[in-house]
């Protein structure tokens, strides 16, 4: 996971103030809603949603762990991210 906050530090520029958490959830969203859109359509939208507030809840009950809306909501809108690239991607083959 370091890896990847350490890639999206060199990634992310001053002109974008986006947290580099939610970019991380972000692209968690987008490449799980690319490989469940090949397996399910565009339902994958709604799996990548109930595991990103799954995660969400268990952050909630858990010591340690911070539970906020808008890592669902990154999460979220990079599955609708996945999910346009997983269509291009059959309509150019």
């Not at 947290?19 to 490989?35: E, N, R, S, Y």
């Not at 990154?74 to 609708?80: D, E, F, K, V």
Request: aromatic letters at 12%; hydrophobic letters at 55%.
């Amino acid at each position: 996971m370091e890896k990847l906050f350490a890639l999206l530090a060199k990634l992310s520029t001053p002109r974008i103030p986006v947290p580099l958490d939610k970019q991380a959830h972000f692209v968690t969203g987008a490449l799980t809603a690319f490989v469940w859109c090949f397996i399910v359509g565009y339902w994958a939208i709604l799996i990548v949603a109930l595991i990103a507030l799954a995660k969400e809840v268990y952050d909630a009950h858990n010591i340690g762990h911070t539970c906020d809306f808008y890592d669902w909501l990154a999460t979220t809108l990079g599955g609708c991210l996945g999910i346009l690239l997983c269509y291009i991607v059959k309509v150019i083959q």
